[in-house]
């Protein structure tokens, strides 16, 4: 009964996460169709410790590798 269970929670979350990446995609795909930019915040650390924040366009190939184009 308790493998029944583990396997059915595994498949509750995986259904989850199939869910939250359909719509992570559909808003992106509404965003780009009205015009807005993708873009991706990286954290640049320097050797002396600070770090910097910025803006960088993704790769095109993988922007329609997440698309699913």
Request: aromatic content about 0%.
């Given at each position: 009964m308790s493998r029944e269970r583990k396997v059915s929670?595994?498949?509750?979350?995986?259904?989850?996460?199939?869910?939250?990446?359909?719509?992570?995609?559909?808003?992106?795909?509404?965003?780009?169709?009205?015009?807005?930019?993708?873009?991706?915040?990286?954290?640049?650390?320097?050797?002396?410790?600070?770090?910097?924040?910025?803006?960088?366009?993704?790769?095109?190939?993988?922007?329609?590798?997440?698309?699913?184009?």
């Amino acid at each position: 009964m308790s493998r029944e269970r583990k396997v059915s929670r595994k498949e509750k979350r995986r259904a989850a996460e199939r869910r939250t990446r359909v719509t992570r995609s559909e808003r992106i795909q509404d965003g780009l169709e009205s015009g807005l930019r993708l873009m991706t915040l990286r954290t640049i650390q320097l050797p002396d410790g600070r770090r910097i924040q910025v803006l960088v366009r993704p790769d095109p190939e993988v922007v329609s590798e997440l698309m699913g184009r």
